[in-house]
């Protein structure tokens, strides 16, 4: 039997990890089965099932790739510079313009976080999920910045995220123009 490579694994299991993305952005965990999964991907639960064993271990698997292939470059694309709380939330915020990262990425981050509520591991991977964004947002504040600043931009940034994923009301730009009017008080005529 010729051996697999490993790129053709790795091709596989993002086949499986876009495919259940699209399905959560969709219809939502709960809503969405593994029958929903198998036949976005076109593999067969076989196939599926030798990646991730459940639900839940694709859920996982989708939030840590968020972590590796959309937070962290969106962090390390402003780090190396030192922005002021209102510039970092603009610069972070217009990071997220691609539509197709906004009606996919984002629902299933909020998701997560709502789940957090009620599963002790989803809890968890949030908390790993905020605390990696809080770590990157201290790389890039001026030093002496008081921790709470990076937690405001936190709470900002997830307020994008269910404005943009549920409202669909809001763009980077705005928040972006909308961070920088707040930091610059306006002058009475």
């Not at 313009?97 to 002790?120: G, K, N």
């Not at 405001?152 to 997830?158: D, E, R, V």
């Not at 705005?174 to 610059?184: D, E, H, N, Q, Y």
Request: charged content about 20%.
């Amino acid at each position: 039997m010729p051996k697999v490579s490993q790129e053709h694994l790795e091709r596989r299991r993002l086949q499986i990890l876009d495919a259940a993305t699209d399905c959560f952005a969709r219809r939502g965990f709960h809503a969405t089965s593994m029958q929903d999964i198998f036949h976005e991907s076109g593999l067969s639960a076989g196939a599926v099932y030798r990646y991730f064993p459940s639900k839940n271990s694709l859920i996982k698997a989708i939030a840590e790739n968020m972590m590796n292939e959309v937070l962290t470059p969106a962090i390390n694309a402003v780090s190396g510079q030192r922005l002021d709380p209102a510039d970092a939330l603009a610069a972070i915020a217009v990071l997220f313009e691609p539509s197709d990262l906004r009606a996919r990425i984002l629902p299933v981050t909020v998701q997560v976080w709502a789940e957090s509520f009620r599963d002790p591991d989803m809890a968890d991977l949030a908390r790993d999920l905020v605390d990696h964004i809080l770590n990157g947002l201290a790389q890039i504040l001026p030093a002496g910045t008081p921790p709470e600043a990076a937690r405001l931009i936190m709470a900002a940034l997830q307020g994008f995220a269910i404005q943009s994923g549920v409202l669909d009301d809001v763009t980077p730009e705005m928040v972006a123009a909308a961070s920088r009017a707040f930091a610059t008080p306006q002058r009475e005529g």
